[in-house]
Nanobody, 121 residues
């Protein structure tokens, strides 16, 4: 079992930055890959970024490539999503997910509760 708790969401102006954190507990953190997804009102949940167990491989959605950075600190059981040059279309509830190395949300077994990110224009 894995428990995930996100933090760091909030309100930011367009062009600004925000860092999300997701702290995991339960199974050994370095034994599983992690991902970030987001869901805007009225839309499906979409892939944002994912990172391998060691952090050596990262992947991004085209919509965030070059602006967002996913990273992890296995000593702190935490995965991060650094968001920069933010746009109003980044507004969504952001979720971290564990135990899959995939673009597809259905592949992940564990999810956090979500944290709201709002980007004002």
């Amino acid at each position: 079992q894995v428990q995930l708790v996100e933090s760091g969401g909030g309100l930011v102006q367009a062009g600004g930055s925000l860092r999300l954190s997701c702290e995991a507990s339960g199974r050994t953190f370095s034994s599983y890959a992690m991902g970030w997804f987001r869901q805007a009102p009225g839309k499906d949940r979409e892939f944002v970024a994912r990172i391998s167990r060691t952090g050596g491989r990262t992947y991004y959605a085209d919509s965030v490539k070059g602006r967002f950075t996913i990273s992890r600190d296995n000593a702190k059981n935490t995965v991060y999503l650094q968001m920069a040059s933010m746009k109003p279309e980044d507004t969504a509830v952001y979720y971290c997910a564990a135990d899959a190395d995939s673009y597809y949300s259905r592949a992940y077994d564990y999810w956090g509760q979500g944290t709201q990110v709002t980007v004002s224009s």
